[in-house]
Nanobody
């Protein structure tokens, strides 16, 4: 069982930056790939970024590639999402997620097992 708690959301002007953090409980953090997803009002939840259990592999949605960076600190059981050059269309609730992978070092885009409660990001124009 993994519990995930997001922080760092807020209101920012277009072109600005925010850094989201996710703290994970448990002693097996390195057996999980980690991901960020988002859900805007009236829309389905969508993949944003993922990072492999070692941190050596990452993947991004095309809409955020070059603007967002995912990273993790396995010593602190945290995963971060640095968001730069934010756009109004980035406005959404952002969710941290964990997928049990054991030894695989992939950065998957789906089939996540655990989810946080989300943090609101609002980008004003």
């Amino acid at each position: 069982q993994v519990q995930l708690v997001e922080s760092g959301g807020g209101l920012v002007q277009a072109g600005g930056s925010l850094r989201l953090s996710c703290a994970a409980s448990g002693r097996t953090f390195t057996t999980y790939a980690m991901g960020w997803f988002r859900q805007a009002p009236g829309q389905e939840r969508e993949f944003v970024a993922a990072i492999s259990r070692s941190g050596s592999s990452t993947s991004y949605a095309e809409s955020v590639k070059g603007r967002f960076t995912i990273s993790r600190d396995n010593a602190k059981n945290t995963v971060n999402l640095q968001m730069n050059s934010l756009k109004p269309e980035d406005t959404a609730v952002y969710y941290c997620a964990a997928r049990w992978v054991l030894y695989s070092d992939s950065s998957p885009r789906d089939k996540y097992d655990y989810w946080g409660r989300g943090t609101q990001v609002t980008v004003s124009s």
